[in-house]
């Protein structure tokens, strides 16, 4: 039962190192089906089921290495065809056999909780890894990835008559010259969890189409958490539970968002394929966020893409990636651009938290008002930033900041070390020992 599936040697030649990497792959999947599932496997059918995962990895990871631009290049019919994530993944498991899970493994896989399933998605970072490291697969996948989804150019035409869209996560409204997007997620603090990232990318989208908006806000809704009750919160960041449940998806949420809704609200929605990173380029409108309460996590990563932030009293804003045990997003490419680098290590590295009452404070945050205040803060916000010389002069900031490749190649790493860390042990029991204090067993 320890046997492990003969390393292939490839020889640079597409379809024959395809032939070896399905073969590969085929036979590894052939010795993991003679152990039961994760959850049932002694110590020693894990460790040997491991070893079959490794080598495969390693197979999967020496074929990219020869062949990423060639195989991306075949997916997209040479760049003639963007698709977003899924719609890759799914192309390349149909086409290159072993080199990503098919979406029956996937299927499987999450039916487990975190801590019991295998880390199929490690190799769809892989793949993700790679493609965005190479400069014209990852750039051609930026861009596919900045194009305004299906679901909001369907609802387009509805919000351009009405001003008004509920989504389930999200409520779409356009106030004036500005759409005001509200996160409502009040059972969990508006954290972050599947369903809102992807209300969040239609929301963004409609915005930033809607030729009567020319500023979008954010803003946390009002939440149930009785200590909390009745009043707006940001964000709590990530939704701790479904990432102990197994339900925060690699591709749709921990990549996705970076390269989907964020990124769009920072460089802007490519409505003409083929023309990214270039000045005629932008549907781009800038952003203002209003912090009630606090900003945790994946909330305060927004407020480091957003042109003004306006905060509560007593609100704060954390990155607790020390104590989660992930990546922040991109917060650690970015957050030291507004504090410098010892504050943004504090964060990070730390958990240190910013109050308002901090003089730190004024590095992310560019007015305190109290909470009846808020209002009329946005609005004068939107009154300024709706000058009609702000988007030119923000996409110029934009390329200063942070370079398209710069980005890319950032979220290359980021890729596979997040993936690596949604399945580490330390994290996996720092979310069960949140989840069982929840159901009151801790």
């Not at 056999?97 to 039916?111: D, F, I, K, R």
């Not at 009002?222 to 200590?227: F, S």
């Not at 404070?361 to 930033?385: I, K, N, Q």
Request: aromatic share 6%; charged share 25%.
């Amino acid at each position: 039962m320890s046997a492990i599936a003969t390393a292939p040697g490839l020889v640079g030649d597409l379809e024959q190192d395809r032939a070896a990497l399905a073969a590969h792959t085929a036979e590894t999947e052939r010795l993991l089906a003679a152990y039961p599932s994760r959850p049932l496997r002694t110590p020693q059918q894990q460790e040997a089921a491991e070893r079959l995962f490794g080598s495969a990895r390693e197979v999967r990871q020496a074929f990219l290495a020869l062949h990423t631009d060639t195989v991306y290049d075949e997916l997209t019919e040479r760049h003639t065809r963007h698709l977003r994530l899924p719609e890759l993944l799914l192309a390349a498991a149909e086409r290159f056999p072993g080199l990503v899970p098919t979406s029956e493994q996937m299927a499987a896989e999450n039916a487990w909780i975190q801590a019991e399933k295998d880390g199929r998605e490690v190799d769809q970072a892989i793949f993700c890894s790679a493609v965005l490291r190479s400069p014209t697969a990852g750039r051609h996948l930026v861009e596919a990835m900045l194009q305004p989804t299906r679901h909001a150019l369907e609802l387009l035409p509805g919000y351009r008559a009405e001003g008004r869209i509920e989504l389930d996560r999200v409520l779409v409204e356009r106030h004036g010259r500005a759409t005001h997007i509200t996160f409502r997620n009040a059972h969990c603090l508006n954290a972050e969890d599947n369903r809102l990232i992807a209300d969040l990318e239609t929301a963004v989208d409609l915005a930033l189409l809607d030729e009567a908006t020319a500023v979008g806000v954010l803003r946390g809704g009002e939440v149930d958490h009785p200590r909390y009750q009745g009043r707006r919160v940001f964000s709590a960041g990530i939704n701790l539970k479904d990432l102990r449940n197994g339900d925060i998806s690699f591709v749709e949420f921990l990549l996705g968002r970076e390269l989907g809704y964020i990124n769009k609200m920072y460089r802007g929605l490519v409505t003409a394929p083929g023309t990214v990173g270039r000045t005629e380029r932008p549907v781009q409108k800038p952003w203002v966020g209003a912090v009630d309460t606090f900003a945790i996590g994946g909330g305060m990563q927004l407020l480091l893409v957003l042109d003004r932030v306006i905060a509560e009293e007593g609100a704060w804003f954390s990155l607790p990636a020390a104590e989660e045990g992930i990546v922040p997003g991109l917060g650690n490419l970015r957050l030291s651009r507004l504090t410098g680098a010892r504050t943004a290590r504090q964060v990070i590295l730390g958990g240190r938290r910013i109050s308002t009452d901090d003089p730190d404070f004024r590095h992310l945050c560019d007015e305190v008002v109290s909470a009846d205040g808020m209002a009329g803060a946005v609005e004068r916000a939107v009154t300024e930033l709706a000058a009609p010389a702000v988007a030119a002069n923000r996409h110029m900031l934009c390329l200063v900041e942070e370079p398209l490749d710069l980005y890319r190649e950032y979220l290359a790493e980021f890729a596979v070390v997040q993936a690596a860390r949604s399945y580490s042990e330390d994290v996996l029991d720092k979310v069960e020992r949140r989840w069982q204090k929840s159901q009151g067993r801790g």
